[in-house]
């Protein structure tokens, strides 16, 4: 009784939003790394001999562990048992490790002929050693940010558990977006300096990640003093996770349609970041830097939309709503991309229009499932969502990647041979992401209907007052 009495650390405000801004730095510096790479895939072109295929297949194998090797499943068991202090730092070690990896690969020491060189290079002619070890070391990186991505959702919901709860994860989105930003901006311009390296970026944002463990450091000490506070409640609830939890959540229809949804929308959205670069270059025959510049705007757009939505969904709902408008924007401005002749003023429209969409799904996906989920396995609800989010993550810069090389036959050996002014066309690639809008959009009417008719709560606000 005296324990509920007694004022809790996330019942201040300046504590709980303090402590959501530690954590969002990790997550900053993560996205950052995430796309560190893709607005410089035409130079790694030149300058590492990775065509659409391999860059593809090296953007994808972000995903290639917690896909393939479950590593997400047991991310979320590591969660529910070891708490969001452990798992948190677990997974800022497992990124700067990784990003390490993936810098050795595409260092000037490993290409010149460097320790392991000769190996990963006489096997699967087609991948060169470069694009090989980065896979590694990516795949590492995937597993640490990942299991960041599920730890910070665990420790907002939380933090803010009764309060402004979706403006909190529309603000640490919101964060991330900066870094998405942040590194269009500065990615091709570090590249850039004289000698033109890609190595250069990758050093830099790859360095950062250091910072983002020393914020989630300080993050674990406010959070050691919110459980003592708390009598350890959230540990022992934690404790009660069971393996066969994870049924519970395969078995229910309205978790997976979500986490179908999920997969669906992000899977148009995260590939399609990193093809928007040389897409938008290529379509619009402008510098990778002008494109790039150009494509900022996206997450821009995500950026001071998302805590706004969220704020919109705590205090007045419509949860449900807003992932099918989501739905359809992304499908029109895919639509665009693959259908109308593209000018600059149209491209600046569809890609502020896809960042207003990227504001809607994001803002009401991640809070809607506390709703459908138990509390004591919500660790392990995020990470099955995320683990089918990433197959899609996984598999559509690849299908990417291989249609717009069919699609374009020859032109890739003609680039990397020197030939000037030979692009791509991304008709088929972008008819592609199109598509996924559409079976977004039927899957939000249907999770939807469910609503309605189950009483979930999704078109609730989340404020209790
Ligand atoms: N902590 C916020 C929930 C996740 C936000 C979401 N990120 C993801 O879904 C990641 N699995 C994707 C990735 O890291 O590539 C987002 O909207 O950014």
Redesign the pocket.
């Known amino acids: 009784m005296t324990q509920t009495m007694q004022r809790k650390l996330n019942d201040s405000v300046v504590a709980r939003w303090g402590a959501l801004i530690l954590i969002a730095l990790m ?1 900053f510096f993560a ?1 950052m790394f ?1 796309d560190v790479i893709s607005p410089i895939s035409s130079l790694l072109e030149t300058q590492r001999g990775w065509s659409p295929d391999v860059y593809g297949t090296v953007v994808g194998s ?1 995903y290639f562990l917690n896909v393939f090797v479950l590593f997400l499943i047991f991310a979320g068991i590591i969660l529910d048992k070891m708490g969001v202090r452990f798992t948190g730092l677990l997974s800022a070690g497992l990124m700067i490790i990784g990003a390490g990896i993936k810098l050795y690969g595409i260092s000037d020491y490993f290409v010149g002929g460097g320790f392991g060189w000769e190996f990963f290079n006489s096997f699967w002619p087609s991948m060169p050693g470069s694009a090989k070890v980065a896979c590694i070391g990516f795949a590492i990186f995937g597993c640490g ?2 299991m960041a ?1 599920v730890t ?2 665990r420790a ?1 919901a939380r933090w803010f558990d009764g309060k402004e709860m979706a403006l909190a ?1 529309g603000v ?2 919101a964060i ?1 977006r900066l870094g998405v930003t942040a590194v269009f901006f500065l990615s091709p311009r570090l590249a850039a300096i004289a000698p033109e390296s890609v190595v250069r970026p990758v050093a830099v944002v790859g360095a950062l990640l250091c910072i983002g463990f020393l914020t989630f450091l300080v993050f674990t000490f406010m959070d050691r003093k919110l459980d003592r506070q708390m009598g350890n409640i959230e540990e022992i609830e934690e404790d009660k996770f069971k393996v066969k939890d994870l049924g519970n959540l395969f078995g229910s229809k309205t978790f997976m349609i979500v986490a179908f949804l ?1 997969v669906l929308y ?1 899977s148009a959205i ?1 590939p399609f970041q990193k093809f928007a670069v040389p897409m938008l270059q290529n379509t619009l025959a402008i510098s990778s830097q002008e494109a790039s510049d150009l494509f900022a705007w996206f997450p821009i757009g995500a950026m001071i939309l998302t805590p706004l939505l969220g704020a919109f969904l705590d205090f007045r709902g419509k949860g449900a709503t807003m992932l099918i408008l989501g739905a359809i924007l992304m499908c029109a401005c895919h639509l665009t991309f693959a259908l109308v002749p593209l000018t600059k003023p149209i491209a600046y429209i569809a890609i502020i229009l896809l960042g207003v969409s990227f504001s809607l799904v ?1 803002a009401a996906l ?1 809070p809607s499932v506390p709703k459908l989920v138990d509390g004591r396995y919500l660790g392990s609800g995020y990470s099955v969502i ?1 683990w089918i ?2 197959l899609g ?1 996984w598999a559509f810069p690849l299908i990417i990647g291989k249609t717009l090389q069919a699609t374009n036959p020859g032109v890739s050996e003609q680039i990397q041979a020197g030939v000037e002014g030979v692009t791509y066309n991304y008709t088929v690639p972008m008819l592609v992401f199109a598509s996924l809008g559409v079976l977004a959009f039927f899957l939000g009417i249907w999770l939807k209907r469910l609503d309605t008719k189950n009483h979930y709560g999704l078109e609730l606000p989340n404020v209790k007052k």
């Open positions: 997550m996205y995430v972000e940010a990942e991505g910070v959702s907002i994860m640490e989105m991330a999920c992000y995260f994001p991640w995320f989010q990433n993550l």
